[in-house]
């Protein structure tokens, strides 16, 4: 608890909290193609024919698989001393796409299938609920319900009762603690502030 003193108005802070729990909504995956060559463009032809590969597995899942999104191309070439100088020795391709799958009975064979393609690592899933989902409306909800339960019991100990709301700022989105505030019966101000929980991972 902090307190503040301004003038005849002390300030109260008192932070609320909630811990839903909640079946996922999304699995997320990052599939990354690799290829090496010591040809470039024999590199760039084998990595482009892997990540066709890739493509044509997700889409096959249809509705299964929601989004995909491939990322940037790379060719990084491979250096090594030769004599007084260097000389490329091999070229590494690299593309990472992402995926997410919103059909979880296909998942497990989605995943060891991706897994089996030549040099394709798989990262995921990430469990997780969708940004709109009601159920961060509700942690936000009841962590506010806390956080008056707290007010409360500060006020009632310096001698007051909260009767109005003075302040409320939700600033969750960027990471910052959202404030309220709220008139005491006493004349004298007492805020709060809960943080809004940050979407709820899921095992």
Same mark, same amino acid.
């Given at each position: 608890m902090t307190v503040t003193s301004e003038a005849d108005a002390p300030r109260v802070t008192v932070r609320g909290e909630a811990r839903l729990e909640a079946d996922p909504e999304i699995a997320a995956m990052s599939i990354t193609v690799h290829a090496r060559g010591t040809d470039r463009r024999a590199a760039l032809t084998d990595l482009t024919r892997r990540n066709d590969?890739?493509?044509?597995?997700?889409?096959?899942? &249809?509705?299964? =698989?929601?989004?995909?999104?491939?990322?940037?191309? $790379?060719?990084?070439? *491979? #250096? %090594?001393?030769?004599?007084?100088?260097?000389?490329?020795?091999?070229?590494? &391709?690299?593309? =990472?796409?992402?995926?997410?799958?919103?059909?979880? $009975?296909?998942?497990? *064979? #989605? %995943?060891?299938?991706?897994?089996?393609?030549?040099?394709?690592?798989?990262? &995921?899933?990430?469990?997780s609920l969708r940004p709109a989902s009601p159920v961060h409306a509700e942690a936000r909800r009841q962590a506010v319900r806390d956080a008056v339960t707290r007010a409360r019991g500060y006020a009632e100990a310096l001698g007051s009762t909260l009767v109005t709301l003075v302040e409320l700022v939700d600033q969750g989105a960027e990471g910052a603690v959202p404030r309220a505030g709220y008139g005491m019966a006493a004349g004298r101000p007492v805020s709060y502030t809960h943080p809004t929980p940050p979407p709820l991972p899921v095992v």
């Open positions: 590969d890739v493509l044509g597995l997700l889409r096959s899942y &249809g509705e299964a =698989v929601e989004r995909v999104e491939t990322g940037a191309l $790379t060719i990084t070439p *491979e #250096l %090594t001393r030769h004599g007084r100088g260097e000389r490329v020795r091999a070229h590494h &391709g690299r593309v =990472v796409v992402q995926t997410v799958v919103t059909d979880f $009975t296909v998942l497990g *064979e #989605l %995943t060891t299938r991706l897994a089996d393609l030549d040099l394709t690592r798989v990262d &995921g899933p990430r469990w």
